[in-house]
Structures are given as structure tokens and as C-alpha cells.
């Protein structure tokens, strides 16, 4: 668990989570308001950056960072962005007033994402 009681739930569980201490200084409420759609991606409210990277190297990779003041979307592809806004979104619903300083990187196990029920 985190500073201050806060522990982060993103469905599904991302590859990996690195908490970097205490909260940003960027409000939670306007990214828990976000529609989560692909045009959405054309009109991101600052300080959301989108960021080309062939670091990641799954077309559904992502890399979420959000530093104090800054939110940094890495993926090689659209829908890797699309899945970065959606964890956005998810954090910033799991939270009361500001959003957490914090990097998620997930791509997916499989090919095609979605929920294998063995």
C-alpha cells in the first residue's frame, strides 16, 4: 500500500505497477470524466502527452507515466495509447482529489486481448 492509504486497481492487472511516492499535483476529476473513445485520443486535455515508442514492442503496449505534473502515454501504435487512456481513466476513477505519481507498462499475454476462463 501506498502513502496515504491509496492502492491502485486497474482490471485487468497490468504487467507491471512502480508507485513513485506521493500523489501529483494534477486533479483526478477531469480525467474520471473522459470518454473512453479512439477520437477521444485527437482532443486529450493537457497534460496529456502521447508519445511514439518503438521501446514498446506490442502493437497494445503501453506505458503510463504520471509524474507531478505531467502525463506521458507511450505505445508504438493508436490502440496502444487507447489502452494507456483507459488505464487513466481507471486510476483516476479510484481516486478522491489528485492522481497518483506512478508508471504502468502492460501489453497483452496473448495476441488478442481479453479474459481466458480456464
Known amino acids: 500500500m501506498n502513502q496515504g492509504g491509496w492502492e491502485p486497481h486497474v482490471l ?3 504487467q507491471s505497477i512502480r508507485v513513485q511516492g506521493t500523489y501529483s499535483k494534477i486533479k483526478a476529476g477531469p480525467f474520471q470524466k473522459l470518454v473512453p473513445l479512439r477520437s477521444t485520443l485527437q482532443n ?9 515508442s518503438r521501446e514498446l514492442n ?6 503510463l507515466s504520471i509524474g507531478s505534473s505531467s502525463i506521458h502515454i507511450e505505445a508504438m501504435r493508436e490502440i496502444g495509447w487507447y489502452y494507456g487512456l483507459l488505464t487513466l481513466i481507471q486510476l483516476a476513477e479510484g481516486c478522491k482529489d489528485f492522481l497518483p505519481q506512478i508508471v ?11 479474459v481466458m476462463n480456464l
Open 58 to 63: 506490442s502493437s497494445q503496449a503501453y506505458r
Open 12 to 14: 485487468p492487472p497490468p
Open 44 to 52: 486529450l486535455p493537457a497534460p496529456i502527452e502521447l508519445i511514439d
Open 104 to 114: 504502468i507498462t502492460d501489453y497483452p499475454d496473448f495476441k488478442q486481448r481479453g
